[in-house]
């Protein structure tokens, strides 16, 4: 079976190719950097991304002066075969300046609209407002937090033995975000939750 990265073309950027780095976790980009052959190889052989630097001119393991590594996990080409995805494991922060990114970012997991309600959720639940219905699911205790839980859940099953798509996909859509206030009354995230199912699988 061919190896993709012999399939590298090196000569369209004069011996160097793009490597977006991208947390195999998050899924967040951490930065940009430029590899050549001996870069690409050393970094299959170790373990350990590594760069040609173009204003030290050699080749420059990240990390090796700060211990910051970034741990290889996977190593992709693109269809054009002059860009590499890396995925890896960050050993710190990836950035010079000390930031998670080179864009300054938080290294955070995100569920896209979920990660938004689950701050607004535990923004009702640091900061009560009185004519909020999530802040006043929090007052009256877990008790009845984890009541609505099973009481959407009832509903879902209802619904799911039925033909009204609409009706299942509210209720699903109920018991998730009571679920979400559930998971925040019990000092948990989202991402406490995916972790024991990344740790099954």
């Known amino acids: 079976m061919d190896n993709p990265l012999s399939k590298i073309d090196y000569n369209k950027t004069n011996g160097l190719v793009p490597a977006i780095i991208q947390d195999a976790k998050t899924k967040n980009v951490l930065m940009l950097g430029y590899m050549n052959e001996e870069a690409v190889a050393k970094t299959q052989e170790t373990g350990n991304v590594t760069f040609y630097s173009r204003s030290k001119e050699r080749l420059w393991t990240k990390g090796e002066e700060s211990g910051n590594f970034l741990e290889l996990v996977d190593l992709k080409v693109d ?99 009571h679920y979400m206030i559930l998971l925040r009354a019990k000092g948990y995230d989202l991402e406490d939750v995916v972790k024991v199912l990344e740790d099954r699988h």
């Not at 219905?133 to 839980?149: M, P």
């Open 79 to 177: 269809c054009d075969n002059d860009t590499l995805l890396i995925q890896a494991k960050p050993v710190g922060p990836t950035c010079h300046k000390g930031t998670d990114t080179c864009w300054g970012e938080a290294n955070s997991s995100n569920f896209a609209f979920l990660s938004k309600l689950e701050a607004v959720i535990k923004d009702r639940h640091d900061n009560p407002d009185e004519e909020s219905y999530t802040s006043s699911l929090f007052k009256k205790g877990i008790n009845k937090v984890a009541q609505k839980v099973g009481e959407e859940a009832v509903e879902v099953v209802i619904e799911a033995k039925d033909n009204s798509e609409e009706l299942f996909l509210n209720e699903s859509a109920d018991l998730l975000y």
